[in-house]
């Protein structure tokens, strides 16, 4: 999902293919040299996950040194013309095999993403590199000092970068295009703008009307929570859903993320603040879903480019299904809120279970996409992907960017940020990395989370039970088969086809939205007329 963030050099590295070799042998050759490329990234992201944990402040300098060098031997291998050839040599072998076997998946996937990585000259991904290293350190100064203006002829270049990085996929209908089939293979502007217009007309009017109610009391989550205790039951959490911390571990960070590298070793990361349970418990949710599919990846396509997880956006949608619609269910918390009441007795043990349950799923206008709900969620997450648009399209300048978002806050949420602290300089994300592609998978991982859990209902209808029991391994084990283990074998797409009998599709998610929220907010009927 991360576009290469490498120092790119010239040159062969693998050895050129000899006449005659069988296909298997050429097989085995194919996946030595894939391996290879997967173990040099896998040390270079054990580096990042360091510097994101451990490391002194002092070793930032050589860190990113150290990281360039390993990425840019990985990105050496990955377009070594040798790899081409043994790719192409091997092309017609795969078509023969049957499409759904893991050696056909392979070369066909393998090539894709050797015919897209060549395309791209070395030394865009050096300047890009570079840039964003740069744009990226700015901002960590600029944000908190609420200076856009410092980050204005930054984000002119990174504009710049990203069309210049479109063109190479030329022709294509829309700029953007490129950045979102990145993230999200088979997805283009037109099918993402079709899916968030028919998803903001279902969503304004449902917000509206839970806004017309009183707004639930979080109070309960805002007190003073000893740290140590929030980590140790967020942990427990993490073990029981079926994390397997043999083959992984939580450590605490800034930014929360997980990570991969290997099948055998899958980390997470969380961050604990004093004064809101719910940051530990829905960031450790979050990331332990993301780090069980990876875990459940079948091992037979470890240090393959099959082996991971196979778009953002369904990546999103197995973290989103374990931290919203188990993680933040009644019936997760008949079974957990009683434990969770005897480890904090002078903060929670006056508070009834439903005032917890509202407290953890409060609906409101807000102005930080990272805070907000489950129901005004999309709206952010719509309005970054418009002003994407805008601005790779031409029709935005950067420097009218802090009122365009004022203004597209307002229309979509009926609020505005103070100043651009909480405005457009909030996510990091066109800060550090090119502008297109970069917000719409956390939209479809919200849409695919309840269409993912409706199938997993339909064969078996127990699951809510048992999660009212704290057992999770019946809907663990069906992720696990239908999901999990395939990687990256299947597109998206048909992945969600296979799984749900379904092309991507709202209404699960907007039923579940209906559901859940008329009962919260005492709405009967009034949301599922729409
Ligand atoms: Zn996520």
Redesign the pocket.
């Given at each position: 999902m991360r576009k290469p963030k490498l120092k790119a050099r010239q040159g062969p590295t693998a050895k050129p293919a000899r006449n005659r070799r069988s296909a298997e042998q050429m097989l085995v050759e194919l996946k030595r040299c894939l391996r290879e490329i997967s173990d040099l990234t896998a040390a270079g992201d054990i580096l990042t996950w360091d510097q994101a944990t451990y490391m002194p402040r002092g070793g930032a300098d050589a860190r990113a040194r150290q990281c360039a060098a390993l990425y840019g031997l990985a990105h050496e291998q990955a377009v070594a013309p040798a790899l081409g050839k043994l790719l192409d040599a091997l092309a017609h072998y795969g078509e023969r095999l049957p499409r759904d076997s893991d050696d056909a998946s392979l070369i066909r996937v393998a090539r894709r993403d050797f015919q897209k990585m060549i395309k791209i000259p070395p030394d865009h991904v050096t300047r890009a590199n570079a840039h964003g290293s740069a744009s990226y350190n700015t901002w960590t100064r600029a944000r908190p000092a609420n200076d856009f203006a410092a980050m204005v002829p930054y984000l002119e270049r990174t504009l710049d970068l990203s069309r210049e990085y479109s063109s190479y996929f030329a022709p294509y209908k829309h700029v953007a295009d490129p950045h979102i089939d990145d993230a999200d293979e088979g997805m283009s502007t037109a099918s993402i703008r079709k899916l968030f217009s028919e998803l903001k007309s279902q969503l304004v009017p449902m917000v509206g009307a839970i806004c017309e109610r009183p707004v639930a009391d979080d109070s309960s989550l805002r007190q003073a929570f000893p740290k140590a205790a929030q980590f140790e039951f967020a942990l427990n959490l993490a073990q029981r859903l079926g994390y397997d911390f043999n083959r992984g571990r939580l450590d605490l960070t800034h930014h929360p993320f997980s990570t991969r590298f290997s099948s055998g070793d899958v980390r997470i990361t969380s961050h604990v603040s004093e004064n809101n349970l719910g940051d530990v418990l829905f960031s450790t949710l979050?990331?332990a879903g993301?780090a069980m599919y990876e875990q459940g990846v079948s091992a037979t396509l470890d240090g393959t480019p099959l082996g991971k997880g196979v778009s953002a956006g369904i990546?999103?949608s197995q973290?989103?299904l374990w931290e919203n619609v188990i993680g933040r269910s009644r019936d997760f918390w008949e079974h957990f809120y009683p434990s969770l009441q005897r480890v904090f007795p002078e903060q929670l043990g006056s508070v009834p279970i439903t005032v917890f349950h509202r407290a953890i799923n409060k609906v409101a206008r807000s102005i930080i996409r990272t805070d907000a709900d489950e129901v005004t969620y999309n709206l952010h997450v719509m309005l970054r992907f418009n002003l994407e648009l805008q601005l790779l399209e031409g029709r935005l300048g950067v420097k009218d960017l802090p009122e365009a978002w004022r203004a597209a806050m307002r229309a979509h949420l009926d609020v505005a940020p103070d100043d651009d602290r909480d405005g457009c300089l909030q996510d990091v994300h066109w800060y550090s990395g090119y502008i297109g592609g970069r917000f719409q998978s956390?939209a479809i991982?919200n849409i695919l989370s309840a269409q993912f859990y409706g199938a997993a209902l339909q064969a078996h209808l127990d699951i809510p039970r048992e999660i009212a029991r704290g057992e999770f391994s019946t809907l663990h084990t069906w992720l696990r088969d239908n999901v999990y283990q395939h990687g990256s074998k299947f597109a998206p797409n048909d992945l969600i086809e296979r799984v749900t009998d379904a092309a991507m599709s709202m209404t699960p998610y907007l039923g579940y939205l209906r559901e859940k929220y008329a009962a919260l907010y005492w709405l009967p009927g009034s949301l599922s007329a729409r």
């Open positions: 979050h990331e993301h990546h999103e973290s989103r956390y991982g």
